[in-house]
């Protein structure tokens, strides 16, 4: 078990093996690093590749992040930050494999960047768009795991169909590790910021998450809350408790969260509708 969790380690960590855009993520990741670098440089970059120029701006012009304003790469860039921008483009071939191939779990990632938008504003939480980014890279393992432990997946399935167990413990049970962790090994290798590596990391287990507990509670408190919505496919059909770490550090009550669920219902129709339009640009492109 032990070797397998290794094996799986190892292949996150080699983005050889993973779909990714190395020439302008390469680009993107120096000039980022370059504190001479304009915005307008790095939008260049992002803007010679068509395909996830079109991606990145159709996405912050999500429900996610609630702009609807954002029409070039440098508004986005300017709106939503340079990590954020970057954290889309590295995503966006992963993106792609889940909608093809899970439009259930797609959905799920929006729903939970949607409402940890929502709840991050509502409790005046500064760096909402990383919030949200994070929300919506929260299970990039699965996808991960999908694609890398396919003879594995069945068994996983099985496991959570006939021991009710949740996606997470039956990922443990056959391969010593689960989605976050695996989530949490592709961010370290995207060389993603803690702000943003810290709540995929932790957002089932907020004791473990040090600099960024925050933003991992108001993630692990969205992942709930889509959850209990019904809204997407997380992988399994179970809904668990908010952590009471979660409360703690947020001071979440009764009616913070009343408010937030509310708010969410009507924006989930738009993230349904948003969905639909970017499976039809996606098939347009294609």
């Known amino acids: 078990m032990d070797e397998r969790r290794s094996d799986l380690k190892r292949i996150i960590m080699d983005t050889k093996t993973l779909p990714t855009l190395p020439g302008v993520i390469t680009k993107l990741n120096s000039l980022s690093e370059n504190d001479k670098a304009s915005v307008q440089e790095m939008a260049r970059i992002v803007a010679s590749d068509q395909v996830l120029s079109a991606r990145i701006l159709r996405l912050a012009n999500s ?5 609807y304003r954002v029409s070039t790469i440098s508004n986005a860039m300017i ?14 071939s992963i993106f792609e494999i889940m909608e093809k191939n899970s439009i259930g779990l797609w959905e799920h990632s929006l729903g939970v960047a949607t409402a940890a938008n ?5 409790l005046g939480i500064p760096e909402v768009e990383e919030i949200a980014t994070a929300g919506l890279l929260h ?21 959570i169909e006939t021991d009710e167990l949740y996606i997470l413990e039956a990922e443990r049970q056959i391969l010593d590790t689960d989605h976050a962790e695996v989530g949490g090994w592709l961010a370290k290798s995207w060389y993603l910021p ?17 600099s960024h507990r925050v933003k991992a509670a108001v993630v692990h ?9 019904a809204f ?3 992988g399994d059909p179970y809904v668990p408790m908010i952590d009471p770490l979660a409360w703690e550090v947020l001071k979440l009550d009764e009616k913070l969260v009343e408010d937030i669920v509310a708010e969410l219902e009507d ?9 639909l339009e970017m499976q039809i640009a996606d098939a347009t492109e294609a």
Do not use: Q, W
């Open 63 to 67: 429900p996610s992040y609630g702009f």
């Open 79 to 92: 709106l939503l930050g340079v990590n954020v921008v970057k954290s889309l483009a590295l995503s966006s």
């Open 118 to 122: 929502i709840t991050a504003k509502k």
């Open 139 to 159: 299970d990039i393992g699965k996808v991960i795991i999908g694609l890398k432990c396919t003879d594995e997946m069945l068994d996983i399935r099985h496991a």
């Open 194 to 210: 803690d702000k943003l590596s810290e709540p995929i990391s932790f957002h089932h287990n907020l004791i473990k998450s040090d």
């Open 221 to 229: 408190v969205a992942d709930v809350l889509i959850k209990a919505s």
């Open 232 to 234: 997407g496919d997380s």
């Open 267 to 275: 924006k989930l129709i738009e993230v349904k509708n948003f969905s």
